[in-house]
Structures are given as C-alpha cells and as structure tokens.
C-alpha cells in the first residue's frame, strides 16, 4: 500500500539527515577526526544537538497532531494554543529561581505544571458557551499566550543581571541543551509520551469526528481527551525545557503527513514524529551552516520558514473545507 | 423479549426535565420512528439509549441487560448510530471513515482482519458507497454523505440503528432513497431501527409504529393509523391538520390550509369591530390574504389598534380607557361606509362599546352582510343589565350570520 511505503521511507531517510546533520557544525562541513581530543569534543556537541533537535522536532509535531485531533481544529498547535508560552514561563521561572540546581526534572516538571494550566484555561475560555468553538479556542489561545508571554517578560526584567543571558538565548529557542542530563531526561519523558499517544492512536481516530460519534464508536471521550490533551501538554512541556520557544513545527509537520499518508493516527503519528524530528534537525542545520560563524536559533529559522509555508498551506487548502 | 426497553424513564439537562415518565419497548426487527414537535423529547429518548444522556430516574434495557452495566466498547457493537449531519474535519477518505465502524471490535494495534473487511465492503456495498471510496468525505453531496455516515455505523455490525433525523438535510428524491435503504436493511438484515422524524408522512409510510411525544411525555404509541388522529395532532402540534386515510394505505397528514391570496378585483372591502386584541389576527389575517380591511372604533393603545397601526389598517380611534364617543363613532361610520361587510369579533362587552352594536345594526339596514362572532356569548357580556346579549340575539334574527373560527369568516368572504 502507498501509504505504508512512504512510512517506511521516512524511516530510512531519518538515520540519513541524522548522520547528515553530525556533518555539519558553526566551524564547517567536515567530519571531526574522533581521535583526537578535540574532534571527540566536537562530535559529542553536535551528536547532543541532532538527539535533542530530533527528540524536540518530533515532539513538537506529534504534539500539534494530538490537539489537531482532539481539538477538531485544523489550526491547533502547542504554539498557537500557548501552551508553549505557559511552559516557558513555568520554565523560565525555573531557570530565574535557580531551581534547575536541585533537580534535572525541575525544569520540565516546571514548565508540564504551567503548560498544563494554560492548556486548562485555555480550554475553559473557548467552552464558555457550551461547546468549543473554532475560533473561541485560537482567540483565546492567542490572548493566554500573549498573558504567558508577558508575566516571563515582567519576570525577566525584575530578575538580577546574571542569568539573564541564560534565559533569554534559551527563549529564543535553541537546541544545545544545557547538560547531558536533562538532555536525557527530556528525551526520555517525549519518548514515553510518544508511546502513550500512539497507544491511543485508534481512540484519536473516532475523536475526530466528535465526542458524541467517539461514544458511539464506544470510546469514552472525556478520559480519551484528558488523556491525550495531558500527554501533548507533556511532550510540549519536554521540548520547551530542552530548547525554549519552536513554534510552527506542530503546523507545519502535521498538515504535510496528512497529505502524504493519510489522516488515520496509527501512520499519521509515526509519520509525524519521524518527520518532526526530520524537519527541526535541518532547521538547526540550516541556522548554524547559514551565517555561520555566527548561528542562527532554530526557532527564528522554523517561524521564518513555518509563517510562509503555513500561508500557503491555507491558500491551497482553502478549497477543502476543513481550513475554513 | 424487546430489543430495548425505557421504564419509567424521567430524563434531564441540567435542571431542566425533558423526559417525564417514558416507558416504551421496541420488539427486535422492528421500525419505530419518535414523532411530535421541536422540543418534545424525541432526540433525547435516542440519547437516553445511546447512554449520551444518563436518566435521572427509571431504567434502559438492550435486550436483557442494563445499559448501565454495558461497557462502552461493547456498547458499540450493540447499538450504531447515525447523527443528524456527520462532521469530519480532518480529510478521511470515505473507505478510512467506514473503516473507523470497526474501531471497538478489533484489538487496538491489529490490522484489519478478514472480517473487518467484510463487514466494511457489506456495509459500503449496502449504502452503495464502493465507488466513493476514495473520495474525501467532506467533498461528497449531502446525500452521498449521510449514506456514508450509514455506512459507518453498519461497519459496526449491530442488531440496533438509531437514526437522529436521518434526512432533515436531504431532497425529496434523497429522502426516499434513504428510508428505501433503511426498509431493506430492517427487513433483509432484521435490523432493529429507531429513528426521530419530523416528516409524518414518510414516517407513516415506512415504519411499523410510530411513538408521539409531546412536552416530554410519550403522548400516543401504535400503527400510524393509530397515531395519526386530527385531534391529537392538532393538540401536539398546536396546528390544525387533515388526515387522509386510503384504505391500504398509510395515513398523510397535511396541515390545514390557510386562507389563499384574494385575487384581485374579488377581494372584499371588510369592517372589523373589534377591542382587546380580538381582532389583531384576523386583521393580520385580512391584510395578508389581499383583503381591505378597515376598524373601528377602537381605543388608543388597545392591542387591535396597535395591530391595525403596524398593519396600516384605517383605524377610527378614541382616547384610551373611555367610552366610544360619538366624534369616534362618526369616524367609524365614515370609514366603514363603502365596507361589503362588517364583522363583529369576539370582543367582551361593556357599557363604554355597545356602540359596536349600534355600528352593526346600522350595517343590516344599509343591506351590508354583517358576521357576528359567537363564541362565549354569556362569559363575555360585563354589561350591568347583561343586555349585550339580547341585542345580538336580535341581530342574529334580522340576517346577521354567526361564526366562531376564523376560517369561517373567509369562507363566507370568498362567497361573496
């Protein structure tokens, strides 16, 4: 079948851009000698920003694919919802109360508690009129951003000069993660959390065409809504502690599976995931390669690149009716 | 042993009560449709056994047991349902969503098995679908997407179909097509169907029983010859309606007429006496079929005057709250000079309008028709000596004509 080749495409290509992006660094396209020290050094750096790339890029994608679907709303995404921005203020509270030294999970425990309550309001505001309605749910997600965004900027400038560096370059979005430690646990958590939605993938499925047709189907849609909205909270709030604000990945990835494999979530996510972690390594590529030396964070390349694409995923969706 | 069974069911959303006391059984095999007005209850019995809606009190029965005690997945495999539209916002394929039938019968990772795929080409050859399927579902017309959404829920392979206004949004043709498609799978397939319908009349045509249900109450149950009565309708629906019965055949019902546009030239010059908002719906009534009517007198602020305002119906007014006088009652005269009829409505009498009386008297001797309203004569004469009575008795005597429905009136119009 057409759709399932494609799958396993996808899966070639990922150790291909993977083995690709080790290639390629801020001090040229040339494979590091492992023999000696610092060609060691080189290589650890760059294999810990294609890992974190990869983990995050997948994250963020099968993230926006999760709300897409529970949501029914095309637009849906980790970023456009806020729920990025409430991790990263949950994180960046982290960071500006030293808290990241107790704990390698106090920064994404930090950045799930907040991701989670801005999810919830923002879930609650678009109900307000007894059903969730398309636009209330972007309306209110733009404005419980732009609240998220502000309270970390008012944090941000209450805060003492030292860290502030720290802080910022991490908002900005970038994929060189702090220690190896939190490298892993973040990982760890997007890769549980992957598993737990791709268990869910068939309950996704009959989601789609609402909680009522879902109960019909016999899935019980309050605890198969709570249950993925949680774990996409999860693994936005991974990905927002392991390398800062990314937004359009979870727009951008989805839509464009969709068109290749189909909308069914036990190839879509996969597929998803593959091509997220695909999709956020060559960005970080691009970003270091383009002006290097200087480097460019991977979210400013993936809003650069995402904001364009997106236009033009509505103009030519906008025939079908499910962008209106 | 029924296929479902609702006993005693008292049903609400939030605190408000929209099911009061349902029992009702559907034999396996059968067809039921819910019929009655807006509000009646009808999609809320279908929520109640779909297990959407929990009772408040009373109990669901699918088959022997509880519907309680049933686990949601095997819940679907019992009981499929086809909404009213089907909305699918991400682009499934027509052969996916049919598929999405199966989601509660096969394990959560395996593929499908050979009966998957039987269940889903039987039901997709059933609703006549194979062709479509690699259509995306929100391209398809309304028809081609409600047999889909028929085949989705036959993919499920239960012995219940619940319908929720299969065909509110399909043509006459598409109507017929669909309730012919349902006929096959409940006689072929023993498939026990139950469905709301605001069409009567299909309903009539092609189910075995019909249950009518009024503000939250099943009101009839039975044959549609059994349901179908004028009377009941007319209480249900608060409309008046006709219900023809050829023998073997299923009873039509079709709601009565209303009065037709006057053509021009036929239509009559008409005098309304009225008072108390008596008059406001035949004025309306009047107007609307073409007619030229005119009132009078009548008291400034009084419903019929507002009426015949907002209608730009000549009106002879007096002062609010006092008698008829006679610089009003002159007016009136003027007006309804040149009227082929005048006609007395059901206005109470006091001592401050029997001028109304005196109008109509002047009519008969001018040998214009008058139509005097006889509706509650005695309840409606506040006159100290209760002489409103007599007076149009008397009228009635001298070859004024009595009426009581409004019908009556453009009946005896269209004579003239």
């Given at each position: 079948m057409k759709n399932s080749r494609i799958l396993w495409l996808l899966g070639l290509l990922a150790p291909v851009a993977l083995v690709g992006a080790l290639l390629v660094g801020g001090s040229g396209t040339i494979w590091p000698d492992p023999r000696t020290e610092l060609g060691r050094a080189i290589l650890s750096l760059r294999l810990n920003r294609v890992v974190c790339g990869f983990a995050v890029g997948a994250g963020l994608a099968v993230a926006g694919a999760v709300l897409q679907a529970v949501l029914r709303n095309?637009?849906?995404e980790p970023y456009v919802l806020g729920v990025s921005s409430g991790a990263g203020l949950g994180a960046g509270l982290v960071i500006l109360l030293g808290w990241t030294a107790y704990s390698v999970f106090a920064l994404p425990a930090g950045a799930f508690l907040l991701a989670v309550i801005t999810l919830a309001l923002v879930y609650t505001l678009a109900r307000q009129h007894g059903h969730l309605s398309r636009y209330g749910l972007l309306l209110s997600g733009v404005i419980i951003s732009s609240v998220m965004s502000s309270l970390l900027m008012l944090l941000i400038s209450l805060a003492p000069v030292e860290g502030l560096h720290g802080v910022v370059w991490w908002l900005l979005g970038n994929l060189q993660a702090d220690s190896g430690a939190l490298l892993m646990v973040g990982a760890a958590l997007i890769a549980v959390a992957l598993l737990g939605v791709l268990w869910l993938a068939r309950d996704l499925d009959a989601l789609t065409l609402g909680p009522e047709m879902a109960h019909h189907l016999g899935v019980s849609p309050a605890i198969i809504t709570a249950l993925a909205l949680g774990l996409a909270t999860l693994l936005t709030a991974a990905a927002v502690a392991l390398s800062g604000m990314i937004g359009f990945v979870g727009l951008i990835v989805p839509h464009g599976m969709r068109g290749l494999v189909g909308p069914g979530h036990r190839r879509l996510l996969p597929a998803t995931a593959l091509a997220g972690g695909m999709f956020l390594v060559l960005c970080d590529a691009l970003g270091r390669t383009l002006f290097a030396p200087v480097e460019v964070p991977v979210g400013v390349v993936t809003s650069l690149l995402g904001g364009p694409f997106f236009l033009w995923l509505l103009r030519r969706r906008r025939s079908a009716s499910w962008v209106e | 042993m029924p296929a479902i069974e609702l006993q005693s069911v008292f049903a609400a959303y939030r605190e408000v009560d929209v099911l009061h006391d349902v029992t009702l059984a559907v034999a396996a095999g059968e067809w039921l449709a819910l019929v009655g007005p807006n509000g009646a209850g009808k999609s809320t019995v279908l929520r109640v056994i779909t297990g959407l809606l929990k009772p408040r009190a009373g109990m669901v029965r699918l088959g022997k047991r509880e519907l309680r005690e049933i686990r949601p997945a095997e819940r679907a495999r019992w009981v499929a349902v086809v909404p009213q539209e089907l909305s699918v916002?991400?682009?499934?394929?027509v052969g996916e969503l049919v598929a999405l039938g199966r989601t509660n019968v096969?394990?959560?990772?395996?593929?499908?098995?050979a009966d998957d795929r039987r269940a889903i080409e039987r039901a997709m050859a059933y609703t006549d679908v194979l062709e479509l399927r690699e259509r995306p579902f929100e391209e398809l017309s309304g028809g081609e997407k409600q047999r889909a959404a028929l085949a989705l829920a036959l993919a499920?392979?239960?012995q219940i179909l619940l319908l929720d206004e299969p065909t509110a949004h399909l043509d006459l043709n598409h109507q017929w097509e669909f309730f012919q498609l349902l006929e096959r799978l409940n006689r072929e397939c023993q498939l026990t169907v139950v469905m709301t319908s605001h069409d009567l009349n299909l309903a009539a045509e092609f189910c075995a029983r019909l249950a009518l249900f009024d503000h939250g109450r099943l009101a009839a149950i039975g044959t549609p010859s059994d349901v179908l009565h004028e009377d009941l309708l007319r209480e249900t629906y608060h409309c008046d309606v006709r219900v023809r019965q050829e023998s073997g055949r299923a009873p039509q019902v079709q709601p009565e007429r209303q009065p037709r546009i006057a053509p021009p030239g036929v239509a009559s010059r008409v005098h309304v006496l009225a008072g108390g908002g008596s008059g406001a719906e035949l004025l309306r009534r009047l107007v609307l079929t073409g007619h030229h009517a005119s009132c009078g007198p009548l008291n400034m602020g009084d419903s019929d005057a507002q009426a015949a305002t907002a209608l730009d119906v000549p009106a002879a007014l007096e002062k609010p709250f006092s008698s008829l006088g006679t610089e009003a009652l002159v007016a009136a005269r003027k007006i309804s000079a040149d009227a082929d009829v005048l006609v007395l409505t059901e206005v109470p009498f006091g001592p401050g309008n029997l001028a109304l009386l005196t109008l109509a008297g002047e009519a008969l001797d001018r040998g214009t028709r008058v139509l005097i309203n006889t509706r509650n004569l005695e309840q409606r004469d506040f006159t100290p000596q209760r002489e409103a009575q007599p007076r149009l008795r008397a009228l009635l005597t001298r070859g004024a004509v009595g009426w009581q429905h409004a019908d009556e009136v453009f009946q005896a119009l269209e004579k003239s």
């Open positions: 095309p637009l849906a | 916002p991400l682009p499934f394929t096969r394990q959560r990772w395996a593929r499908l098995a499920q392979e239960t």
